[in-house]
């Protein structure tokens, strides 16, 4: 049976060797700030790029500007050989073809998820109620929704929410899609969901942009990633490239925040309930396991209330290759180790959650490093 998410029969474009998206010198000004300066890019059919950089650089903007959600204040946009930047253009028959999902979903609460998948396909495609019906709950059980067709949005969890808004999304059978941080909105526990639905669809060769703030999807589904910076696309290139090997000073030291993180000064005064969030959230984005990061703040926690040591700082890395946490624990003075001997309740706490514990000395610097 055909994957009922594989909707490649749409006709915007051409072949995979030709851009399916065009974009020359795009800029966007807004009476503040110019999020765009001079965006020039081309998207070839079949490519899924992540587009990364911090707040404030663009990327929902350029998002927008290529659907003409926002107009650009200059530059040229052509989609599938449309030049949707003329006045002349059609833009309601370039959008059916380019399908958008926002971080806030955008369902129609007054009605039914069923409903909410078949008000385009009627509207727009001029499917009957029946056929469109049929596409939606097909689609509805393909995500794990079926019992959901006749709930309203608000009986739905975030991510049900955005599953159900990607399903009326795929409905309408585009050729590419635009995602604006699809899980901004959503509870760390539900990002998952969302973002399996999302793989399904790069599995099936579709063309997707997606904002995303979720770094291990973005290297693990995307052919292409865009580093946004300084209101342009700042480095483009394969997954590896950008986070292995980035050659521009900006990527890199975006890519390096990205994967340690560093605290200064930590003490038994430290303001450890914002620290213990920190870390969460640091294993958040690097989507470790709870395991991963409950034994990395209990780590830290036995260290933090160690009465041997003085003030230190902590630098924690997170390598996906080896799916192993290190913890560095860094402090002056002469050579001392955290915790007593091998009856230390806290180092035998330890010893059963970690990979291992070392102890270096050199030069009236201390390194206590813990592996989980």
């Known amino acids: 049976m055909a994957d009922p998410f594989n909707t490649l029969d749409a006709d915007i474009g051409g072949s995979a060797d030709t851009s399916i998206i065009s974009i020359r010198h795009l800029r966007k000004e807004y009476p503040n700030v110019t999020p765009l300066q001079d965006v020039s890019v081309e998207i070839k059919k079949g490519e899924v790029i992540s587009v990364i950089g911090p707040s404030g650089t663009g990327?929902?903007?350029?998002?927008?500007?290529?659907?003409?959600?926002?107009?650009?204040?200059?530059?040229?946009?052509?989609?599938?050989?449309?030049?949707?930047?003329?006045?002349?253009?059609?833009?309601?028959?370039?959008?059916?073809?380019?399908?958008?999902?926002f971080q806030s979903f955008n369902l129609f609460a007054h009605k039914t998820i069923i409903e909410n998948i078949m008000m385009g396909q009627v509207d727009l495609l001029g499917r009957s109620r029946q056929e469109a019906y049929d596409r939606g709950m097909e689609l509805l059980r393909t995500i794990g929704l079926a019992d959901k067709a006749l709930a309203y949005p608000d009986e739905l969890s975030g991510g049900q929410k955005q599953r159900a808004a990607i399903a009326r999304t795929v409905a309408m059978e585009p050729e590419i899609i635009l995602f604006d941080e699809p899980t901004s909105a959503l509870d760390p526990t539900m990002v998952g969901?969302?973002?399996?639905?999302?793989?399904?669809?790069?599995?099936?060769?579709?063309?997707?942009?997606?904002?995303?703030?979720?770094?291990?999807?973005?290297?693990?589904?995307?052919?292409?990633?865009?580093?946004?910076?300084?209101?342009?696309?700042?480095?483009?290139?394969?997954?590896?490239?950008?986070?292995e090997h980035p050659k521009r000073e900006r990527t890199r030291i975006f890519i390096r925040q990205l994967k340690v993180l560093h605290v200064e000064n930590v003490s038994r005064d430290f303001d450890f309930p914002a620290f213990m969030t920190q870390l969460e959230e640091f294993g958040r984005k690097q989507q470790l396991s709870q395991r991963h990061i409950y034994a990395m703040q209990l780590a830290a926690e036995e260290v933090i209330m160690s009465k041997r040591l003085p003030a230190f700082?902590?630098?924690?890395?997170?390598?996906?290759?080896?799916?192993?946490?290190?913890?560095?624990?860094?402090?002056?003075?002469?050579?001392?180790?955290?915790?007593?001997?091998?009856?230390?309740?806290?180092?035998?706490?330890?010893?059963?959650?970690?990979?291992?514990?070392?102890?270096?000395?050199?030069?009236?610097v201390n390194h206590f490093i813990i592996s989980i």
């Open 59 to 101: 990327k929902s903007t350029l998002l927008r500007c290529i659907n003409l959600l926002e107009t650009p204040t200059e530059g040229e946009i052509t989609v599938g050989g449309v030049v949707t930047t003329d006045k002349k253009c059609k833009v309601n028959l370039v959008r059916r073809k380019m399908g958008m999902v």
């Open 193 to 243: 969901e969302v973002l399996s639905v999302i793989r399904r669809l790069a599995g099936q060769g579709m063309t997707m942009m997606i904002v995303t703030h979720e770094m291990k999807f973005a290297r693990d589904v995307s052919t292409r990633i865009f580093y946004m910076d300084q209101g342009e696309i700042y480095e483009d290139g394969t997954p590896e490239q950008i986070f």
């Open 313 to 364: 700082s902590l630098d924690v890395e997170y390598s996906e290759r080896e799916d192993l946490a290190q913890m560095r624990f860094t402090y002056s003075g002469p050579s001392l180790q955290p915790f007593g001997g091998e009856e230390d309740l806290s180092l035998r706490m330890l010893k059963g959650m970690t990979k291992g514990m070392e102890h270096r000395f050199a030069e009236g």
